[in-house]
Every structure is written in structure tokens, then in C-alpha cells.
């Protein structure tokens, strides 16, 4: 019986790509390169595995975080209704409590699909 894929194909790859194309073939889960990049080529992407134990933490993470907000902008909101005046310094803190949220978020999808790019 025949081969099943008869069309050989050669593809030059540089060092730091030939590791992050071992790297993302490991954590899709694929056999070899070769499976890993059919799979690419035919679906247009691979499916990422997720552990759950990651996951389950950052989603954790955001929740933290997304309350502490909401009791923060609570005791601004009751502030500026007792003393009808916005300091700057509630804005700050704001600002301030949405960009670490924004950095959570950022790690967290690092985590869950590496975004490694080839430089």
C-alpha cells in the first residue's frame, strides 16, 4: 500500500524558529512538526490545551480585582456625593487600579496562548 502523503515539501527555518515551532507544537499537543504544522495549514490554527489550574487562578485574579474596583468606586461615589468635590487623588487611584487589572489580563492571556512572535 502506497503512502497516504506523497508531496514532500523543504522549509528553511531559523534556529529561534525551529524552537518556537517545537515549543508550540508541544503545547498543542501535537505529535511532531509535521502534524503541528497540517494542522495549522488545514484548520488555519491549532487548538491551545489550557490548564485549568492557570486558568481557574486567573480568573480568580481578575475577580479580585474587579471587586476591589467596584468597592473603590463606591466610597469615591459616596465621597463625591458628601462632599460634592472629585480629588485627583481618587482619579490617580483609579487609573491606577485599572492599569493593574489591564496587567492581570495581559498575564493571563501570556499564560493561556504564548504570544511569542519571531523577531
Known sequence: MGRK???????????????LLDSRAAEAGSKNRNDYLR???INGGVTYIVDTKTLFRLLKDLAVEISTIGRNINQIAARV????HFY?????FLQETVQNLSRIIRRGMK?????????
Request: glycine residues 0%; proline residues 0%.
Open 5 to 19: 502523503r506523497n508531496n514532500k515539501l523543504t522549509l528553511y527555518l531559523s534556529d529561534k524558529e525551529v524552537e
Open 88 to 92: 485627583v487623588k481618587d482619579m490617580e
Open 81 to 84: 456625593n458628601a462632599t460634592n
Open 39 to 41: 494542522k495549522t495549514m
Open 111 to 119: 499564560q493561556i496562548v504564548k504570544m511569542d512572535e519571531i523577531v
